[in-house]
T-cell receptor, first 112, second 113 residues
C-alpha cells in the first residue's frame, strides 16, 4: 500500500527559481528517501535521511524530516531545465522487513 | 557500466499469453525489488527478495510470480496478462534491507494487445 502522499502533484517554475515539494507519511519509519524519475526511465536515488536526522544537504538539494509531523520536504535550489522530472519520496517502515514504498510523486517542470 | 539491467526495454505481448521480464545486476546486492508503475502513478511494490527469502505484497495479483535463481538474476512472470497489466515494470537492488539506497534499472514497458 502507498505510504507517502506528495504535495504539490505538479510544479512549474522558471530556471533559477527554487522548487519545494513535500511528502507526508502515515507510520513510523526507519528512513525516508527521495528519488528522481525522468520521463519513461528508471528512478535515480537523490538522498536518504534517517529517522534520527532532521536535515541533509547534497549539492543543490536540501531535505528536511519532521518525524513528529510525519513529513519531509525536498528543496531544489537554483533550478535548471535539466531538473525537469518527477520526484518521489519513499519510506522504509521500521516494521516492514525493509520494504521501500513510494509516494505519488511531484511532477516538476523547469522552463528556461 | 550499467549496474541493473532490464530486458527487454519494451515488450509487447498478447492478452493471456505468458510473458517473462528479466533483471540482472552487477552490484552483488542481496536485496531485489520488482515494482509496477502505471502512467503518472507511484511505483507499486510487487515483490521483494532478501537473498532467496521472498516476500510478495498482499495485494500482488496471483497472476504475477517471481523467481530469483541466483544473486544476479531475477525474473517476473505474468501468467495471463490482461489489459490492466500494461505498465512499466521496474527492477531495483539494494545492498541492505531498507537502510541503503536502491538502484533501479531502466524498466521494461509492457504493452498488452
Amino acid at each position: 500500500s502507498q505510504q507517502g502522499e506528495e504535495d504539490p502533484q505538479a510544479l512549474s517554475i522558471q530556471e533559477g527559481e527554487n522548487a519545494t515539494m513535500n511528502c507526508s507519511y502515515k507510520t513510523s519509519i526507519n528512513n525516508l528517501q527521495w528519488y528522481r524519475q525522468n520521463s519513461g526511465r528508471g528512478l535515480v536515488h537523490l538522498i536518504l535521511i534517517r529517522s534520527n536526522e532532521r536535515e541533509k544537504h547534497s549539492g543543490r538539494l536540501r531535505v528536511t524530516l519532521d518525524t513528529s509531523k510525519k513529513s519531509s520536504s525536498l528543496l531544489i535550489t537554483a533550478s535548471r531545465a535539466a531538473d525537469t522530472a518527477s520526484y518521489f519520496c519513499a519510506t522504509v517502515r521500521g516494521d516492514s522487513w525493509g520494504k521501500l514504498q513510494f509516494g505519488a510523486g511531484t511532477q516538476v517542470v523547469v522552463t528556461p | 557500466d550499467a549496474m541493473v539491467i532490464q530486458n527487454p526495454r519494451y515488450q509487447v505481448t498478447q492478452f493471456g499469453k505468458p510473458v517473462t521480464l528479466s533483471c540482472s545486476q552487477t552490484l552483488n546486492h542481496n536485496v531485489m525489488y520488482w515494482y509496477q508503475q502505471k502512467s503518472s502513478q507511484a511505483p507499486k511494490l510487487l515483490f521483494h527478495y532478501y537473498d532467496k527469502d521472498f516476500n510478495n505484497e498482499a495485494d500482488t495479483p496471483d497472476n504475477f510470480q517471481s523467481r530469483r535463481p541466483n544473486t544476479s538474476f531475477c525474473f517476473l512472470d505474468i501468467r495471463s496478462p490482461g489489459l490492466g497489466d500494461a505498465a512499466m515494470y521496474l527492477c531495483a537492488t539494494s545492498r541492505a534491507q531498507g537502510i541503503a539506497e536502491a538502484f533501479f534499472g531502466q524498466g521494461t514497458r509492457l504493452t498488452v494487445v
